[in-house]
């Protein structure tokens, strides 16, 4: 487990989002299925902290930047535009800052050098178009990212699958939740290696029969 996993116990966002529905029953825990990693292997998992821009413009992002506390993962709202909002430049200037990661409602760029700077980043788009920097936007206000309102300090948990976002109220019993869906898992999973059928470990052989 890496020290980026350790607000969610190094659990995935898959199965994070099947422990909320477990726990807390259905509702909106994940982001949109348009918002994805910008490049192979990005993941982060870290508190949120928020910012409402505007579509084509990046000052609130470079106030962003300044503003959020180390160890937490921007969560930016821009309308879905595809605008190049963010870059090389502050990816670097977030991680001086120990900034975890971006998750954006809207277009990003230069994601071959994000991934070389291991830089995790979640979006709506790429595009190379740059943007103005005149809109000073409003951190720290819930914003709506991916059809999930984001509140700062909300866990957001996102990976190759998606993005998880957990209220703080619920995090911890969701969490708790995951660890015995991963220990449930491994016994499946030995069971199958093992030659059992998943029909037969679920009890799903008569299922469907009418
Ligand atoms: O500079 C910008 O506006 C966005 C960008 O490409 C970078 O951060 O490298
Ligand atoms: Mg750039």
Not at 182 to 207: H, M, N, P, Q, T
Request: hydrophobic share 45%; no cysteine; charged share 20%.
């Amino acid at each position: 487990m890496s020290a980026a996993d350790g607000p969610a116990r190094g659990h995935t966002a898959a199965t994070l989002y099947e422990a909320a529905v477990a726990a807390e029953g259905p509702g909106r825990y994940a982001m949109d299925v348009g918002i994805r990693a910008t490049w192979p292997g990005a993941r982060v998992a870290a508190p949120a902290f928020t910012v409402q821009g505007a579509g084509g413009d990046n000052l609130a992002l470079q106030h962003a930047i300044l503003e959020a506390p180390a160890g937490s993962v921007l969560v930016a709202d821009v309308n879905g535009a595809d605008w190049g909002h963010w870059g090389e430049v502050l990816a670097v200037a977030s991680q001086f800052r120990q900034i975890a990661g971006l998750v954006i409602d809207g277009g990003v760029r230069d994601t071959v050098e994000m991934a070389e700077l291991d830089f995790p980043v979640f979006s709506r788009h790429v595009s190379v178009r740059g943007t103005r920097k005149l809109f000073r936007g409003a951190l720290g206000v819930p914003v709506q990212v991916g059809a999930v309102t984001v509140h700062t300090g909300d866990l957001v948990v996102a990976d190759a699958d998606g993005v998880v976002v957990l209220p703080q109220h619920v995090a911890d019993r969701v969490l708790d939740t995951a660890d015995e869906r991963v220990a449930k898992e491994a016994d499946i999973i030995r069971r199958l290696k093992a030659g059992e059928s998943s029909l037969d470990i679920y009890g799903l052989a008569e299922a469907g029969r009418g």
